[in-house]
């Protein structure tokens, strides 16, 4: 580990331009969080069908999907940052202080990344802390309108999940909905995902690294074609190798982010 470690901080190191990370569900399963399409036996869309997570779905059967997003909510709202995210945030406070860029792009909903200090933070799947209403031209819809979860009374629907007891808007009193990107929506459909400034940072990039993504969703190839356009380092930290398609350069360190990320850190900042 310590090599993989040394070769990716010298490189971090020689580059003084933007560090754009990016990072997915493995940054967060070290805190129990289970990813995606992980290797792990409880990854979310083993056991669940993605077609929970669409608006349509939504509109088939509101009260279906609510009581799955509250049991991933339930996960998310229990864990805790992980030296991942902590690592994530002393390199951050490196590049900066030495008058360089960073940026850090999640794909996760979870707030740990906030919770253990990140500042330069763009999440660009939505969030797991706010909720936004379905009517459109509310404001608290999209494009730019949403809510904290915590304001929101949803008791009575945890106690008796039902049509009657959905959790409602207190503007228009219109069914509310997860504020995250469902899988048959669109990055633009609302400012918080801060789509355009995404792709700006990748095509501004100096050094590319993912840490803990399967390389699945649109974000991580529009990323990648940038870089390798560019012809920038791309790095990819994940135990199991990169699962990036292998078309694309991309360096593999195959170590669990929790241990390789501080490690990093401790390198840059001897």
């Known amino acids: 580990m310590r090599d993989a470690a040394d070769s990716l ?16 569900a493995g940054v967060s399963s070290a805190s129990g969080i289970p990813t995606f399409r ?16 669409t608006w349509e779905y939504f509109q088939r059967d509101p009260v279906g999907q609510w009581k799955w997003y509250l049991d991933r909510f339930r ?16 390199l951050e406070r490196w590049q900066t202080n030495r008058g360089a860029d960073f940026l850090l792009v999640t794909q996760n909903i979870d ?21 936004r209403c379905t009517r ?24 008796d999940p039902g049509p009657e007891t959905l959790p409602r808007c ?10 995250v990107l469902f899988f048959d929506e669109y990055y633009q459909e609302h400012h918080d995902y801060r789509f355009d400034e995404v792709l700006a940072a990748g095509d501004a ?25 560019r012809r920038v380092p791309v790095f990819s ?21 929790e241990t390789v990320l501080p490690a990093i850190v401790d390198r840059l900042t001897r």
Do not use: M
């Not at 901080?9 to 990370?21: N, Y």
């Not at 992980?38 to 997570?53: C, M, N, Q, Y």
């Not at 009193?173 to 997860?178: D, E, T, V």
């Open 170 to 179: 207190p503007e228009c009193r219109q069914l509310l909905r997860a504020h």
């Open 75 to 90: 996960a998310v709202d229990s864990a805790r940052p992980n030296p991942a995210h902590d690592a994530l945030v002393e």
């Open 111 to 131: 707030t740990l990344h906030e919770e253990a200090g990140s500042s330069k933070l763009i999440k660009v799947h939505g969030t797991s802390d706010r909720l």
């Open 38 to 53: 992980g290797r792990d036996p409880g990854a979310v869309w083993k056991v669940s069908d993605t077609e929970l997570a």
């Open 136 to 159: 459109p031209g509310c404001n608290r819809a999209a494009p730019a309108g949403s809510l904290a979860r915590r304001r929101t009374d949803i008791d009575a629907f945890r106690s």
């Open 9 to 24: 901080a010298s490189t971090i190191e020689d580059t003084d331009g933007l560090l754009l990370v990016v990072t997915g």
């Open 205 to 229: 990039t100096d050094l590319l690294l993912f840490v803990g993504t399967s390389f699945s969703v649109g974000i991580t190839d529009l990323l990648l074609q940038a870089a390798t356009r």
């Open 237 to 257: 930290i994940d135990p199991g190798g990169s699962q990036a398609p292998r078309f694309f350069r991309v360096t593999a360190v195959e170590q669990p982010a």
